[in-house]
């Protein structure tokens, strides 16, 4: 849903360029390629424009990553163009003057773009839009800080993608429009320079209202009802925030294998109380990010009519033992009832797709609330008493803190090993499917990727250690570092931690006290803690063969 809104707010903020002073020298171009190619020129101006701005900002991200700039750093930045440009277009003289530099760009831009006029159809246009992007981007530099912004705080490259995308497509719309209607569309640019003095200034006060809000905290994303902000305090009872626009009746909890702190439960006997539906697994580290606030709503609203539900859907195979699983509720604290969904069935029923996903229901049965992912504790914590019918209360960070929260944009992707979704995997042998084989480390290792050296199997969902000294690399970039390991029949095995070719010291994890972790049941552990998100070269060696690796998954 964030990413959803990110990108609407990416296409509201490209569409909105069209009143942008230096925008109107780069229309005639348009206009011009239009009026002398075939009917398709008009859709391949626009495709090119839209792919070579897209292509541009996204190369900028992955500078950013390459070069490991701070995202801090660059959000700093950015914002500081952005004011700086807002407070220009106060100046008719320093507007002048940007006007004057973009002319010039636009100009060389005609210019080389003229090799491209032979051709009439969408592929001559694709030439010039591309062109027409390049020479644009200086121009649109100082907006596209908002939209840089959002894209340091995209968790993923998709969420990357889409919204730049969507920033580049919004800014295409009006073009597309003027490359279509021709002429007749420069008659109406009369009203825009007839009153580009007062637009001129609007537009500068809008920009400037958007850094500030920005840099106090209350980011775009916020305001685009992401729902990461504090629920509105008041002595007065809630209401529920950020609701589904249209509740739905609660799918019922079915397949259930085995039940944890309770007998077997269903929603249909549960009509009249509230209850919070939570899809976990144990050795996800997001779930158990979650585990502080899920355990601390239950011992403060159960007594008061909240039931929750820690619906356990595993990932892995050794997620499925009811034995792993009554650990884990033991070690988090866990008294609320579990259920153990392995064979998906509960997940399915609710159309599932997250670890964690919760789900909040009222006291009718139906679902009106759900949240995917980590965050937003202060809004479902708001909704529970809503339905309950409590007075608001400022929610109370649990022991721990915001652990969940990421340290840079640049930190390191959730990484799978086994054969089934590995990717960059840098050991020149390339992956060898189910059967032991010898591996290397390559010369040169890059960030993300990860190698192999040693006997090692690939089997679906794991890698093992097939002998003592078999050892594993990893370039990371953040602050904490996971791997979900195991080990085969039961044997235990030490794994020693290294950190750029060193022990790891000071900036062990907190299960690997002297750099020695000790895998003896299947589990995520923490492996490196750096104080700060930095980059590192992470290597483990196993001291006997079966150790078994599933994952990586990293923490700010």
């Known amino acids: 849903m964030e990413t959803l809104y990110l990108a609407q707010l990416a296409l509201l903020e490209g569409i909105g360029l069209v009143i942008s002073p230096c925008i109107l020298p780069v229309l005639p171009i348009v206009l011009a390629s239009s009026l002398d190619g075939g009917k398709a020129r008009p859709l391949g101006i626009i495709a090119g424009f839209i792919l070579s701005f897209t292509l541009f900002a996204l190369l900028a991200r992955q500078l950013f990553a390459f070069f490991e700039i701070d995202g801090a750093v660059v959000r700093d930045v950015a914002l500081a163009l952005l004011v700086g440009f807002g407070l220009m277009l106060f100046s008719e003289k320093l507007s002048g003057k940007l006007m004057a530099a973009t002319q010039g760009l636009a100009n060389f831009g005609q210019n080389f773009g003229s090799r491209w006029q032979g051709g009439n159809g969408f592929w001559s246009g694709v030439g010039i839009g591309s062109l027409i992007g390049l020479v644009w981007t200086p121009c649109a530099g100082p907006i596209l800080a908002v939209a840089v912004v959002q894209i340091i705080q995209a968790q993923t490259d998709l969420a990357a993608v889409l919204t730049i995308a969507m920033f580049a497509l919004g800014a295409g719309i009006p073009m597309l429009l003027i490359a279509l209607m021709g002429r007749k569309a420069m008659n109406h640019m009369n009203f825009f320079k007839k009153h580009a003095a007062a637009l001129r200034r609007g537009l500068g006060v809008i920009i400037i209202a958007m850094a500030a809000l920005i840099w106090s905290g209350a980011d775009v994303a916020l305001l685009a009802a992401t729902g990461n902000g504090e629920a509105p305090q008041t002595e007065s009872t809630p209401t529920l925030q950020h609701a589904l626009p249209r509740s739905y009746p609660a799918p019922e909890i079915g397949g259930i294998e085995s039940w944890v702190n309770s007998d077997p439960l269903r929603l249909a006997d549960l009509r009249g109380k509230v209850v919070l539906i939570d899809f976990w697994t144990y050795s996800c580290i997001n779930c158990i990010r979650t585990m502080p606030h899920i355990t601390k ?257 990293f923490g700010g």
């Open 297 to 553: 709503w239950h011992e403060k609203y159960h007594d008061k009519g909240l039931v929750i539900i820690g619906v356990h859907t595993p990932e892995f195979a050794f997620e499925k033992k009811l034995d792993n699983v009554r650990n884990a509720t033991e070690k988090y604290g866990i008294q609320y009832p579990v259920a153990l969904d392995n064979n998906f069935v509960t997940w399915r029923n609710f159309s599932n797709r997250y670890w964690p996903a919760h789900y909040l229901i009222d006291q009718d049965g139906r679902v009106v609330y759900q949240h995917f992912g980590e965050g937003q504790y202060d809004v479902t914590e708001n909704n529970i008493r809503a339905l309950l019918g409590l007075g608001a209360e400022r929610a109370e960070a649990p022991v721990g803190g915001n652990d969940g929260a990421r340290g840079s944009f640049l930190q390191s992707p959730e990484t799978y090993l086994g054969h089934l979704r590995t990717e960059h995997f840098a050991s020149p042998e390339g992956v060898k499917r189910d059967a032991a084989s010898q591996y290397g480390f390559p010369s040169f290792l890059g960030l993300n990727g990860w190698a192999l050296e040693g006997a090692w199997r690939f089997t679906p969902e794991h890698i093992v250690a097939e002998k003592e000294g078999s050892a594993l690399r990893f370039n990371f970039y953040a602050r904490k570092v996971f791997l979900v390991m195991g080990n085969t029949d039961g044997k235990p095995v030490n794994v020693r931690v290294l950190l750029n070719g060193k022990p790891v010291g000071d900036a062990a994890g907190k299960d690997a006290p002297g750099g020695i972790v000790a895998v003896d049941n299947e589990s995520l552990y923490e492996l490196v803690d750096l104080g700060k998100a930095g980059n590192g070269l992470l290597e483990l060696q196993a001291d006997a063969p079966g150790l078994q690796a599933y994952a990586f998954t």
